[in-house]
């Protein structure tokens, strides 16, 4: 059988790495990531190239798995503000990987003044990934939403058309946007490492006594946390206390307007529960068998 002289050469090369003091030892032909492996080819045609797949495995960039899971467990959680947050649609940029500057804080809350005050409780209303960030909106997000009905103008009795109608849009004004700014491709992560990394503004640890606080609520809502259901009226922390995490999230307007959210249990054509919220409370609840 004749070999290549690129293949003797290579050999050699392996052999002679491994000499110290006159003595042979032997030396693995595989030590690379891109070698070339001897395996039962017949001719150095035939010869396979194996590829390290480690880098795209676990701790590399972000997996649609965990994209998927955070959404589900993340998006739509409460938690309490630490710091103030600053307003407007360029909100606060950090990296979440290293610890806060207190300057970045402050020269964001200097140039957009704060939305958000230390013990407000917030919600994330959007989570948005990115090649190399992560955009978290909290309660609508710092930037402002266009509003139709604050731009109709009445007209009164034939007279001139009153101003714009006085009415209030709770997604302007006490919302922020966190833009998590990694300098590389977004690592992979869990919802639990999401939470960690906005652990300096944000707390999202539950009721320290579950117990208590369950008993300091109406007997309606107190029944239905122990027979594991929701009832309208219930927020959102009731819903989660007595059906736990919800297998899908859907927000949508209505015809007037206004955003509504149903957290899905189960799937069909199995029996599948929908649990409307309002705001913070629900609204309406659809078992279907």
Do not use: C
Request: charged share 25%.
């Amino acid at each position: 059988m004749n070999i290549s002289p690129a293949i003797l050469a290579g050999l050699a090369l392996a052999l002679a790495a491994n000499v110290h003091d006159g003595t042979l030892r032997p030396q693995p032909l595989l030590s690379a990531p891109d070698t070339a492996v001897l395996g039962s080819a017949s001719s150095p045609s035939e010869i396979l190239v194996s590829v390290d797949q480690s880098a795209s495995s676990k701790g590399s960039s972000m997996q649609t798995s965990s994209r998927l899971e955070i959404v589900r467990y993340v998006d739509g959680e409460f938690a309490k503000a630490l710091k103030p947050l600053p307003a407007g649609k360029k909100g606060l940029k950090f990296n979440p990987t290293q610890p806060l500057d207190p300057k970045t804080l402050t020269k964001s809350l200097q140039s957009q003044g704060a939305a958000i005050q230390p013990g407000d409780t917030v919600q994330i209303t959007n989570i948005e990934f990115r090649a190399k960030e992560i955009v978290i909106d909290l309660n609508g997000g710092g930037k402002k939403h266009f509003n139709l009905l604050q731009h109709i103008q009445v007209g009164v009795g034939g007279g001139e058309p009153a101003g714009p109608s006085p009415v209030v849009d709770s997604q302007n004004g006490n919302g922020a946007t966190l833009f998590l700014e990694y300098g590389r491709d977004v690592p992979d992560m869990s919802p639990d490492d999401l939470k960690q990394q906005l652990s300096t503004l944000l707390d999202f640890s539950k009721h320290s006594a579950a117990v208590n606080w369950v008993d300091t609520l109406p007997p309606e809502f107190k029944q239905a946390i122990q027979d594991r259901r929701a009832v309208v009226g219930m927020d959102h922390e009731m819903v989660l206390a007595a059906m736990g995490r919800p297998d899908h999230k859907v927000r949508e307007r209505d015809p007037q307007g206004d955003e509504t959210e149903d957290w899905i249990y189960g799937d069909p054509p199995g029996r599948t529960i929908f649990v409307t919220f309002e705001g913070d409370k629900v609204v309406r609840v659809k078992d279907f068998e």
